[in-house]
Nanobody, 124 residues
Framework: QVQLVESGGGLVQAGGSLRLSCAAS????????LAWFRQAPGKEREFVAA????????SYADSVEGRFTISRDNAEDTLYLQMNNLTPEDTAVYYC?????????????????WGQGIQVTVSS
């Protein structure tokens, strides 16, 4: 099993930045895709960004492309999401997820491991 623990959320003003972290443990991650999803109140969970751990290949949702950057620290088995130029529409609970797969998926049901989620609130 893969255990995932998010940190770094909080309250920020519009235009500001936050960096989320996800500490992974339990398995070697080279055969995994790690991703960030988010869920706003009253909305379905949506894909944000993902990275194939072994190659660093990334994928982003259109809504965050150019503002968010997903990265990984192989030595620390930690996933990051740098979020810049935040807007109130980015307010959500953000989840770290892992999928033992070769290809990056944007579909949440493909991910078998999830963190507990962390709140990000952007004020206008």
């Amino acid at each position: 099993q893969v255990q995932l623990v998010e940190s770094g959320g909080g309250l920020v003003q519009a235009g500001g930045s936050l960096r989320l972290s996800c500490a992974a443990s339990g398995r070697t991650l080279n055969r995994y895709v790690l991703a960030w999803f988010r869920q706003a109140p009253g909305k379905e969970r949506e894909f944000v960004a993902a990275v194939r751990w072994s190659t660093g290949i990334t994928s982003y949702a259109d809504s965050v492309e150019g503002r968010f950057t997903i990265s990984r620290d192989n030595a620390e088995d930690t996933l990051y999401l740098q979020m810049n130029n935040l807007t109130p529409e980015d307010t959500a609970v953000y989840y770290c997820a892992a999928d033992r797969a070769f290809m990056v998926s944007r579909v949440d049901i493909n991910y078998g491991y999830w963190g507990q989620g962390i709140q990000v609130t952007v004020s206008s």
